[in-house]
Every structure is written in C-alpha cells, then in structure tokens.
C-alpha cells in the first residue's frame, strides 16, 4: 500500500463519543500533520508531529488529542465533541529536511459529524 | 503574518476556454509556493512547487508562474475533469516549515 491512508472515511458520534481517526503512510516521511477542512474556510493546522515528536499545537481544544506512536502512524482522538467540530479531517505527510521539499501529501480525509 | 490570497474565489468555464487562478502571497522570504487540486470530498492532490520568480512548471492544461508577489495557475483548453477545488500554499524562510493555505478557487468546467 502507498500513500497516506486515513480510516475511517466518515465517522458519525454524538456529544458523549470517544472516537478515534487514524491515519498511516508509508512514504518515509518525518512530519505528520492533522489539518481541519470546514465549507468555506482555508485549511486550519490543527498539530504537526516530526520525528514522533509534538512541535505545533495550533491552540486545539483539548477534546482534540494526538498521539504520534512513530513515525508512521498518526491518530487524533475525539472525546466530548460539539456539531461545530463537524468537519473533513486531514492527515499530511512530508519529509522535512536532508533534501525535502517541502510539499504534502494528503490522505482521503474522514468526514466527521456530530450530532 | 503570512497571508495568501486567492482569487477568484469561484470560477465558471466552457470546455475549452482558457483562464488563470491568482494567489498573491506576503512572506519575508519565499522558500516554496505550492499548488494543491481538491476534488470533492477527497485529500488535496500536489501539483506544483515553484521556488523562484520566473519559474514555470506544466502538467497537461496545467501551467504555473511565480513572481515576487504572486503566483499564476493558468488552465489552458480546460475539460470538465479540472473541475475542482485548487489549493496555493507558501512556506517562508524565515519562519516555520508549515505551509500556509490560501482558502481555494472553485472551478467548474461546463461541457
């Protein structure tokens, strides 16, 4: 498999869930980035882990909560969420340094709802 | 601050008809402009990285430019498979790796 691969695809919860989102890729790279797509706003930085390691917090609430396990695998763990958090939920990849370029590579997304 | 503005917000074309997206950017110093394409409901899909003014860089219908102050995607003899969402992002030198996002040109191609 190749790429960055993000599951689930859509996820429904209410206000009292705990769910989690996954994502995995397996192009090698160091950075990994949770981003949040609402209709007619630009891409909002949620976190960016590099080398596993927490370097931004983009003042998340705290019902939001990273993990980074290694370098491959990210997940975001939802806990007591509001309808306002309804939203696409990106998982980006790069390689950061020692010749990197710079550019994301973006997985499908999961499409949350909270009811 | 960072700041990339892109415009039009939405664009309506006949297959065929020929147009540009703009994404002006303010950085202290440019260290990669990137254009992303969004299809509905999916990840964006990389399309280009320009570094320095005057750099071009082409994918089929798809052309980029870069000036100091703004970057050109220009749509050549557009289908209705470019309709989509395209994404401009720019990372500064002088400050963190992480790209900052412009909020996206809708485009639609009418057969």
């Known amino acids: 498999e190749t790429g960055v691969t993000q599951t689930p695809r859509h996820l429904v919860m209410g206000m009292t869930n705990k769910k989690s989102l996954k994502c995995e890729q397996h192009?090698?790279?160091?950075?990994m980035y949770w981003y949040k797509q609402s209709a007619k706003k630009p891409l909002e930085l949620m976190f960016v882990?590099?080398?596993?390691?927490?370097?931004e917090n983009n003042s998340v609430p705290s019902r939001f909560s990273p993990e980074c396990p290694n370098s491959s695998h990210l997940f975001l763990h939802l806990h007591t969420l509001q309808p306002e958090d309804s939203a696409l939920y990106l998982c980006?990849?790069?390689?950061?340094?020692?010749?990197?370029?710079?550019?994301?590579?973006f997985g499908e997304g999961s499409r949350l709802t909270v009811l | 601050e960072d700041q990339v503005t892109q415009s039009p917000e939405a664009l309506r074309l006949q297959e065929g008809e020929s147009s540009s997206l703009n994404c002006s950017y303010t950085?202290?110093?440019?260290?990669?402009l990137f254009w992303y394409r969004q299809d509905p409901g999916k990840g964006p899909e990389f399309l280009f990285t320009?570094?320095?003014a005057g750099e071009e860089k082409e994918k089929e219908r798809l052309k980029a430019t870069l000036t100091k102050k703004e970057s050109f995607l220009h749509i050549t003899a557009p289908k209705p498979e470019d309709s989509a969402t395209y994404l401009c992002?720019?990372?500064?030198?002088?400050?963190?790796?992480?790209?900052?996002f412009g909020r996206g040109t809708s485009l639609i191609v009418h057969p």
């Open positions: 992002a720019v990372q500064d030198s002088g400050g963190s790796y992480i790209p900052t």
């Open positions: 950085v202290s110093g440019l260290r990669g």
């Open positions: 320009l570094y320095s």
């Open positions: 192009l090698g790279h160091n950075a």
């Open positions: 980006a990849s790069s390689q950061e340094g020692g010749g990197g370029t710079g550019e994301l590579f």
């Open positions: 882990y590099n080398f596993k390691e927490q370097t």
